[in-house]
């Protein structure tokens, strides 16, 4: 093992002596997380990707090399685990981004929680578009960024969603995880598994309103053109994360373009 940047000798020590001992990683790195040392316990992760099983990001360094590109880790937040990502696109690609749907907005729509097909709904009044995985080269470019930015298959992501919240539009407090309490999980999980992360990109500036907000724990992001935001929705056992509750503000001047990516535990097949 590496030391970890992050932690005093006497933990890093703690850590060696474990790992001799024989405990699993897994083991280690839910005790980092329940201690509070979460840069830490991401930083073993790197370590030890072969035993992990969720998207993470290496928080060693302030900045992340990505396969065409190197972008900024700019904030860090746990829990949930939340992380800001600074230039991730360039504006020539959000523009590009936004050009491609042109013409074929439609109403978006989200998972009914009564038998679990989309459905509009008022509580998502943006407009949106989806597309397929890969379904152009800048989509696919943008997808080899996401695979070596969470360390997660770019078969294991939903199709690229595009979203338009004119003034006032929003999308109310929700999560992006699958209930398993919910009648309709087995269904919404048999197609690609659990949605386990979310990565926003934002594609425009807004002058007032529009931040994604996580009304649980307090923090807004606001947003910020060719800016990146990812959360986890479960947490490193698996288990889904309530305070991963999360709201698109309401656009109170401008127009809001972004960029939504699911991740799945499983391949997708969309
Ligand atoms: O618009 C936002 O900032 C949040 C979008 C969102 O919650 C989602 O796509 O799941």
Not at 17 to 45: D, Q, W
Not at 117 to 129: G, Q, V
Not at 142 to 155: G, Q, S, T, V
């Amino acid at each position: 093992m590496n030391a970890i940047l992050q932690l005093e000798p006497t933990w890093q020590q703690w850590i060696t002596e474990n790992i001799e001992r024989g405990v699993p990683h897994n083991k280690i790195i839910s005790t980092l997380f329940e201690r509070g040392f979460y840069s830490a316990a991401y930083e073993l992760m790197s370590q030890q990707s072969d035993v992990i099983n969720i998207p993470y990001i290496d928080m060693t360094h302030n900045s992340i090399e990505l396969p065409d590109k190197t972008v900024k880790l700019a904030s860090t937040f746990h829990p949930p685990f939340v992380a800001v990502i600074e230039s991730f696109l360039s504006h020539q690609e959000c523009d590009q981004l936004i050009k491609s749907t042109e013409g074929k907005m439609k109403e978006s729509r989200v998972v009914s929680p009564t038998d679990g097909t989309f459905a509009a709904h008022n509580a998502r009044t943006s407009l949106s578009f989806g597309f397929q995985r890969s379904a152009t080269p800048l989509i696919t470019i943008i997808e080899n960024r996401i695979e070596a930015l969470l360390h997660w298959p770019a078969i294991r992501g939903e199709g690229l969603q595009v979203l338009q919240y004119g003034k006032g539009a929003e999308y109310r407090p929700h999560y992006d995880f699958f209930d398993p309490k919910n009648e309709n999980f087995q269904r919404n999980v048999g197609k690609g598994g659990q949605r386990v992360g979310t990565l926003l990109m934002y594609l425009s500036d807004v002058e007032a309103g529009g931040g994604t907000s996580f009304p649980k724990v307090n923090l807004e992001v606001r947003p910020k053109k060719g800016m990146a935001l990812y959360f986890a929705n479960t947490k490193f056992d698996g288990s889904v994360e309530s305070l991963s509750l999360h709201a698109g503000m309401p656009v109170i001047k401008g127009t809001k373009y972004l960029a939504t990516k699911w991740l799945r535990t499983n391949p997708y097949i969309g």
